[in-house]
């Protein structure tokens, strides 16, 4: 898409909501203040350097991971354990908190920091009892009526013998299946990598947003490279044309908001990261405000009916 | 067609010619060799051994729906490219041999059918289009076949061969999963039924989507079904992968599917299954 196309769209989402302030008050300023920042930097295509450079920072060994933000943003934190089958899956992470004065249900990836840690974590490769977990979180979330807030920084789901044993492709797509249903308000932020079907299984969500220097990919660019170009070294290249950053992600329509991150990526500052994505994700939670499970289900629906439709098929 | 046209079986086990690919009519299972009219006829399913043959989505068709019965939907559609992708080659050009060689305009073909006097909504998948691979024509091709079904209260069935997403069209093809997601769960919310037929390959972003969510999930023998191939995870791991890895049969013991389905039988399976998710007398 030209990135004039998504310019337009930017503004004419901008002058809608200047048009709503009636209807839910002063809380769209903050809105209306990050789409205007979005639509300045839309008009500066991102280069194929600045595309890599998301890619480094999205993987960059220091960038806060799921648990770093947990401590900053949620208050009474209780991490819940076990998909009730099988196992627990420590590469994602479920659990209850407390989040600006409501009681929230949390799905996150988390990679480890040292060696041990990421052993344990399987580097944050999710195996399909992490999605198990996942959907019983969720389940949990609806029978409540608790908002769902899923942070996603998984590299891809963990390509091994007994993970397709258990059925990772089912896992995923049940775990979508079950996103779609639920008739809680649900929050999806990439903060890291969104590594194809291990991100999806908990991005289905009402609204889906990505920290500025996070990546949104259906496959990895080594992946990419290995197979398209026959050589994983061409992964630069690979990214350059699929364009997993924030910026094109947005522009396609796939993301609704970038949450912006402090000068020099989130690992620079990580409680000033921590701010600014619990800013965004309590705005998007209050735009849910009043809306009614079954509109809210509906709603999403449409909107992955939708996203990147064709002007031919629209 | 190829020059080397094989009647006998003396040429069983012949290795292939120096770098050239085994015929495709010589079947990888025993080595016996067909001549194509004997293939079709017997739905392409090797004689000698059982090995089940790829099948090309207008001759699923033909093998499964009533003659006459079926009518394409939604074949004007075809793939842009949105984000103006180049590897090695344009994905345009891609796209322009592909339905060239198969003569379809994307990897999946949808539309009206009947199954033994049962009308159902068919969406067959090909293999022979860029790999099957998913994109946002063939998302929308199913999600417009689930539509289709729930309009008409009528059973989806999808016949699935599949690489995965279709990485030249980057995000919005992993956007697909999904798309066709929430266009099953608009149908089962309706009171539609799915009945989920894998056919060899049904990998990746298919098998983590759409075609896991059927009401009943029937598979063809020998069937590869995982989501991540046995290659990349030799590689990754590094263990000796069970010979069956990611096969239907595999599936089956661990209780992925719920019954293996010889291509013989499969339209009149199908058939059982739609007459009793119509819960009509017979």
């Known amino acids: ?314 | 067609m190829s020059e080397r046209i094989d009647v006998s079986i003396e040429h069983r086990h012949a290795p292939p010619e120096d770098g050239a690919r085994p015929h495709p009519n010589t079947c990888p299972g025993c080595g016996s060799h067909y001549r194509d009219d004997e293939l079709d006829a017997a739905l392409r399913v090797c004689p000698q051994c059982g090995h089940h043959f790829p099948v090309h989505a207008r001759e699923r068709i033909r093998q499964l729906a009533d003659e006459d019965s079926f009518s394409e939907e939604a074949s004007e559609l075809r793939s842009d490219d949105p984000l103006g992708f180049f590897d090695l080659r344009p994905y345009t050009e891609r796209l322009a041999e592909a339905e060239l060689t198969t003569g379809l305009g994307e990897a999946m073909v949808i539309g009206r059918a009947a199954v033994d006097d049962l009308p159902c909504e068919l969406a067959v998948m090909e293999f022979g289009f860029m790999g099957g691979s998913m994109g946002r024509i063939v998302g929308e091709k199913f999600a417009r076949a689930c539509e289709s079904a729930a309009e008409r209260g009528v059973p989806l069935v999808s016949v699935t061969a599949s690489g995965g997403a279709r990485m030249q069209e980057g995000i919005l093809s992993l956007m697909q999963l999904p798309k066709t997601v929430c266009a099953v769960e608009d149908l089962h919310d309706s009171g539609g039924t799915m009945i989920s037929v894998m056919a060899h390959p049904t990998t990746a972003g298919v098998l983590a989507s759409f075609a896991s969510l059927g009401d009943v999930i029937l598979a063809e023998p020998g069937a590869l079904l995982s989501f991540t191939g046995p290659r990349v995870v030799q590689q990754t791991t590094r263990e000796k992968l069970p010979d069956d890895f990611g096969r239907a049969e595999s599936n089956y013991r661990y209780g992925h599917v719920d019954e293996i389905v010889p291509r013989p039988e499969l339209r009149a399976t199908v058939a059982r299954l739609l007459r009793l998710f119509s819960n009509a007398a017979a």
């Not at chain 1, 898409?1 to 008050?25: N, V």
């Not at chain 1, 300045?40 to 960059?60: G, H, M, Q, T, Y």
């Not at chain 1, 399909?128 to 609806?142: F, I, T």
């Open chain 1, 1 to 314: 898409m030209p990135p004039r196309e998504a310019e337009l769209r930017l503004r004419g989402q901008l002058s809608r909501l200047r048009s709503l302030p009636l209807l839910r008050g002063a809380r769209l300023e903050g809105e209306l203040e990050r789409l205007q920042r979005q639509l300045e930097k839309i008009v500066a295509e991102p280069s194929d350097e600045e595309i890599w450079r998301s890619v480094e920072l999205a993987r960059n060994a220091d960038r806060p991971y799921t648990l770093d933000y947990v401590e900053r943003l949620f208050d009474d934190w209780f991490e819940l354990h076990g998909d009730r089958a099988h196992g627990d899956d420590a590469a994602l992470v479920v659990g209850l908190g407390r989040f600006r004065g409501r009681t929230i249900v949390l799905l996150g990836n988390q990679k480890g920091r040292d060696v041990k840690e990421r052993t344990r974590r399987n580097f944050g490769m999710a195996y399909p009892e992490g999605y198990g977990k996942a959907m019983r979180a969720m389940e949990l979330a609806d029978r409540h009526g608790f908002p769902v807030i899923s942070l996603v920084d998984i590299p891809g789901a963990y390509p091994g013998v007994t993970a397709e044993q258990h059925g990772q492709g089912g896992a995923i797509a049940r775990s979508q299946s079950l996103m779609a249903r639920v008739r809680v308000p649900t929050v999806a932020c990439i903060i890291g990598e969104g590594g194809s079907g291990g991100a999806i299984a908990t991005a289905l969500a009402d609204r889906v947003l990505m920290q500025e220097n996070a990546i949104y990919t259906v496959i990895s660019p080594e992946g990419c490279a290995a197979i398209l170009w026959r050589d994983a070294g061409e992964a630069k290249k690979a990214a350059a044309a699929f364009k997993p950053d924030a910026m094109h992600c947005l522009e396609l329509g796939v993301i609704d908001a970038v949450v912006p991150e402090p000068e020099g990526g989130a690992h620079s500052d990580p409680d000033e990261a921590a701010r600014l994505l619990g800013d965004a994700l309590g705005e998007s939670l209050e735009l849910f405000d009043g809306i009614s499970g079954d509109e809210l289900r509906r709603q999403r629906r449409v909107r992955f009916r939708t996203i990147g439709q064709l002007s031919t098929t629209a």
